[in-house]
């Protein structure tokens, strides 16, 4: 009988198939490394074999914990890695990320990387992708990044670049994605840019094109996903954007285009997604937008449609998420919007929503996210929302909630990103709050 239990211990109960799609339903590599592996033998090796980790390092270095890393069994099952901030430059040995011999992806933004530190990253030849915004990367550190030929896409934004930059960015004849969001780039940058005719995706935003850069980056037809926000382009240049009919989504907020340039946008036919925040567009704009029957995402913020121009998007029978902050929205035109059955994802912040909005807005049973910071919501508000059981993400922050608001919103179980900082919650509401064990992610201050 001993002999039976002992043969039966040694069995394993599942096959490494199975056991490998327990651990695909896990997100957090951190848990899988720290939990799962420990199971057993088994599940040990299936991890180590088989799976592709995550991993995000948020805790500061010490010699000794690099060396533990070094030392892991699993150093060769991960093809991510994320530092966070300032957490890679107080590294002094970058050798160990290069040890991560299927590491196929990095980001080390805002990590005060310079062109000496660039000098480790490009020994990583298995990289395919690449974040280094929010650093300090000059000239030599730009050409010896540009030397990864194995780079698909690349995220160098916030470095201040310029045009010089630019060149040999545009020698990377392998990319498909480029983000240069933020570098003092104008005209003869965007020159450079249409080199790169295998770009699929391109942000360039919060730069200086122009209308003549805007022209040089409407060449690009290979582009399907295209972010110019924050350009100055006028007419001019939007018309040229327009006639770009291979993009699926255009973000071209922050352009001041008004009423006028929303018109030739509202030809492109293809698009799926528009982001138009904040460019000065009214209740004119809103019924050009209507037109655009194949959108599913729709971002309008901080504009002036009011109520008549809620009434124009509520026709939008085929979006899925709407962000439709800050365009002085009333009551009627809440509950237009609340009538849009189809949306999972509403952002209706800014000023608009008091108890009254939040009862239409309780009734959309199929939203899954819901924002709406900055508004006029109490108690009452607050106990409309608890009837939204299906909500999985919600911001309620900077409204007037305060505990009792608190012990409503605590019932929403099924939530696992929740913001409600600003709201006056005190120690009793903070209880309510903290005791819901599901959330992943919580902003209560």
């Not at 395919?128 to 050409?143: F, M, P, Y």
């Not at 040229?240 to 989504?249: A, G, P, R, V």
């Not at 285009?257 to 925040?277: A, C, E, F, R």
């Amino acid at each position: 009988m001993e002999k039976k239990l002992e043969s039966l211990q040694r069995e394993e109960i599942f096959s490494d198939d199975i056991c490998f799609e327990i651990i695909s339903m896990i997100d957090d590599s951190w848990f899988i490394l720290n939990n799962c592996s420990l199971i057993s033998k088994q599940f040990f090796n299936v991890i180590k074999e088989r799976s592709k980790l995550f991993i995000e390092f948020k805790k500061k270095f010490t010699e000794k914990r690099i060396e533990l890393f070094t030392k892991s069994q699993f150093m060769n099952s991960i093809v991510k890695v994320k530092f966070s901030t300032n957490l890679f430059v107080s590294i002094e040995n970058h050798k160990f990320i290069s040890e991560m011999k299927q590491l196929t992806s990095l980001n080390i933004s805002n990590n005060q990387i310079n062109d000496e530190t660039a000098k480790s990253i490009i020994e990583m030849k298995r990289l395919t992708s690449l974040d280094i915004g929010g650093n300090q990367i000059g000239d030599e550190g730009i050409k010896l990044i540009s030397e990864m030929k194995q780079l698909t896409l690349l995220d160098i934004s916030g470095n201040s670049i310029g045009d010089k930059g630019v060149k040999p960015i545009s020698k990377m004849k392998q990319l498909t994605s480029l983000n240069i969001y933020n570098n003092e780039i104008g005209v003869a940058g965007s020159k450079f840019i249409i080199e790169m005719k295998q770009l699929t995706s391109l942000d360039i935003s919060y730069n200086e094109i122009g209308d003549e850069g805007a022209k040089s980056i409407s060449e690009l037809k290979q582009l399907t996903s295209l972010t110019v926000s924050g350009n100055q382009i006028g007419d001019e240049g939007i018309k040229l954007i327009s006639e770009m009919k291979q993009l699926t989504l255009l973000d071209i907020s922050g352009n001041s285009i008004g009423d006028k340039g929303v018109k030739p946008i509202s030809k492109m036919k293809q698009l799926t997604s528009l982001n138009i925040y904040n460019n000065e567009i009214g209740v004119a704009g809103s019924k050009f937008i209507i037109e655009m029957k194949q959108l599913t995402s729709l971002d309008i913020s901080y504009n002036e449609i009011g109520d008549e121009g809620a009434k124009s998007i509520s026709e939008m029978k085929q979006l899925t998420s709407l962000t439709i902050s800050g365009n002085q929205i009333g009551d009627e035109g809440i509950k237009l919007i609340s009538e849009m059955k189809q949306l999972t994802l509403l952002d209706i912040s800014g000023k608009s929503v008091g108890d009254k909005g939040v009862k239409s807005i309780s009734k959309m049973k199929q939203l899954t996210s819901l924002t709406i910071y900055t508004n006029e919501i109490g108690v009452a508000g607050a106990k409309f929302i608890s009837e939204m059981k299906q909500l999985t993400s919600l911001d309620i922050s900077y409204n007037e909630i305060g505990d009792e608001g608190a012990k409503s919103i605590s019932e929403l179980k099924q939530l696992t990103l929740l913001d409600i900082s600003g709201n006056g919650i005190g120690d009793e509401g903070s209880k309510f709050i903290i005791g819901m064990k599901q959330l992943k992610s919580l902003d209560i201050q």
